[in-house]
């Protein structure tokens, strides 16, 4: 093995280790990859920001651009309510939620089509009603595998598509993903849809119990003169009034001892977690009050849940610095959090991706401030933008979709409905360029031209011969097993375009030694890279479902083993099939 080979296997694995573990920012570690990479010698200078100017990269800027004006459209909340309407079983709500997020998935990247389903997915389970449990991780895995079936359903088909058409002179057309990618995609969505309500079933508790509906809270409450609270001992909150104590503070400090030693006196502030239907029924009694509303909720407040996106500027910031709420008058009264342990007060708790803020305010103000923050509302607000009442950007999408399927490159097709799109005054480009999840695309520019290095390098040649003493990849099906069980074993811990760059050589070594066409190989590479079930980290829907249905880590093994075992099965099934 060469120096060059060695040293950028081990430039890939502390990329792979510092992605996985989610502790420095993704542009930060791609950015410091590639500089890395031309330190090496991998590449050469003029070769550092190719990847900038890749048309994947340029295609997935457009479709970006282009979601954020489906996103406004009400086209959606009106089916939604025509579907309530009608009463249907909770089987038929989820498998048709998950339908829907699959279908948008199609054309657009997978946190799209998940952030423009969510809200009606939300709302059908409150009017219907359904445990939130049930229906937010099927929409999730189905906006995974929605984006198996066309070439712009994720980055990493774009990616695969560019390495074929190098290798051989011609790339995937738009639908050749659709073979093997529609059948995996319509059995998954029906086998969650079936098994999440054996896994999350409905409670038989009274309704003062927490159940799968409801959500875990952390909350900073006043006790107020003629709260039920007063005389009770800290030990005895759960058991009487269903919430956990963290902290109890009186006189602005914090009181230490034994929990059955503390007892609740007249305007102490309490510091506990317990279900958002527990608080808001202490609430209602004034058995617990708001400091920022201690004369009760008025009625030209507005409460409205949030969620903190992976592109979201208060990742990592604490609540009493979040000037972009505090400067409106708009105040977090609650938080759905993922980190395990709670410390201090309320205003020192930490946001990370996947938590969900509970703000109360003005709407309009409300509003701006997610827009700012690039916070996902999981309730309507105002928007600082007019929501769009018209099929018009829809129509111009399918005819991009179209012209893309008949054989204009993406970047080309997406671009002219870009264009169209400003000119008829639907799109501001210059804001929606600002509102671009620039990490993602920072990252997929980035790794290019270090996934180019593992072919050019040899590095990839090397592996190949590696793996070749352990297993005979020179019989197909047996290399495809091996590339797409590769695939799906990292793309649980290291995001899906990733994975693909750094395994599409590979693949093509692999079809080289065994003198096959590439084309099998590369379709496994694009489906295992998107069959990611295993864990909420691994793709930003699955973190987002976490915080959004109040999921635990093993639930997403429980839930997600079977799908991608079958899912598995199915694809290499399929890829044999249609493709060797």
Not at 93 to 100: D, E, K, P, Q, R
Not at 526 to 543: M, S
Request: charged residues 15%; contains cysteine.
């Amino acid at each position: 093995m060469s120096f060059e080979q060695a040293s950028l296997l081990i430039l890939l694995l502390a990329m792979l280790i510092l992605l996985s573990l989610d502790r420095i920012r993704i542009e930060v570690v791609s950015i410091a990859g590639l500089l890395g990479g031309y330190a090496l010698g991998l590449y050469p200078a003029d070769q550092i920001f190719t990847g900038f100017a890749s048309p994947v990269v340029i295609t997935v800027v457009e479709i970006l651009l282009i979601v954020q004006v489906l996103a406004r459209a009400k086209l959606f909340d009106r089916l939604a309510a025509r579907f309530a309407a009608a009463r249907p079983t909770n089987f038929k709500v989820i498998a048709g939620t998950s339908a829907l997020a699959g279908f948008m998935s199609i054309f657009m990247n997978n946190i799209g089509a998940f952030a423009i389903t969510l809200p009606v997915t939300l709302r059908l389970g409150t009017a219907l009603p359904i445990p939130r449990r049930q229906l937010v991780m099927p929409v999730s895995f189905a906006a995974l595998l929605g984006g198996l079936v066309s070439l712009i359903g994720t980055p990493a088909n774009l990616l695969v598509s560019d390495a074929l058409a190098k290798a051989t002179g011609t790339g995937f057309h738009f639908f050749d993903f659709a073979y093997v990618g529609l059948p995996v995609a319509v059995a998954g969505i029906l086998l969650i849809a079936f098994r999440v309500q054996r896994l999350f079933p409905e409670p038989d508790e009274t309704p003062s119990t927490t159940s799968p509906a409801t959500r875990r809270i952390v909350v900073e409450r006043r006790i107020p003169d003629v709260s039920p609270l007063i005389g009770v001992r800290l030990s005895d909150c759960p058991v009487r009034f269903g919430i956990k104590p963290h902290a109890l503070i009186r006189d602005d400090n914090f009181v230490f001892g034994p929990l059955d030693q503390l007892v609740i006196e007249p305007g102490d502030v309490l510091l506990a977690e317990g279900a958002d239907t527990v608080f808001a029924g202490l609430a209602a009694t004034q058995a617990l009050i708001a400091d920022a509303h201690s004369d009760g909720l008025q009625p030209d407040l507005s409460r409205v849940e949030a969620v903190v996106m992976p592109e979201s500027t208060l990742v990592g910031s604490r609540v009493r610095s979040l000037e972009v709420f505090h400067a409106r008058g708009v105040a977090v009264t609650a938080l759905s959090m993922r980190a395990p342990r709670i410390e201090g007060r309320f205003l020192d708790l930490q946001l990370s991706i996947g938590d969900i803020l509970t703000l109360e305010g003005p709407r309009i103000a409300i509003g701006e401030a997610l827009e700012e923050s690039e916070c996902l509302p999981l309730a309507s607000t105002a928007a600082t933008e007019p929501a769009l009442f018209s099929w018009r950007p829809f129509a111009l999408f399918a005819c991009g979709v179209a012209a893309s399927a008949a054989g204009l490159r993406p970047d080309v097709a997406f671009a002219g409905v870009v264009l169209v799109l400003a000119l008829l005054n639907h799109l501001n480009i210059r804001q929606a360029m600002a509102d671009l999840n620039w990490p993602i695309i920072i990252m997929l520019a980035a790794m290019i031209p270090i996934g180019q290095a593992v072919a050019s390098t040899g590095a990839a040649e090397t592996i190949a011969g590696w793996l070749s003493l352990v297993v005979p990849i020179t019989h197909p099906l047996i290399g495809i097993a091996l590339i797409l069980f590769l695939a799906m074993a990292l793309t649980p811990f290291v995001n899906n375009a990733t994975v693909a760059i750094v395994l599409t050589p590979i693949a093509l070594e692999f079809a080289r030694t065994g003198r096959h066409a590439p084309d099998a190989y590369l379709i496994a590479v694009a489906a295992g890279a998107a069959l990611d079930f295993l864990t909420p980290f691994g793709h930003h829907n699955n973190t987002l479902a976490m915080g959004i249905g109040g999921y635990r880590f093993r639930d997403f093994l429980r839930a997600g083993w079977p799908l991608a075992v079958t899912s598995y099965g199915l694809a290499l099934l399929l890829t044999a099939l249609f493709w060797l």
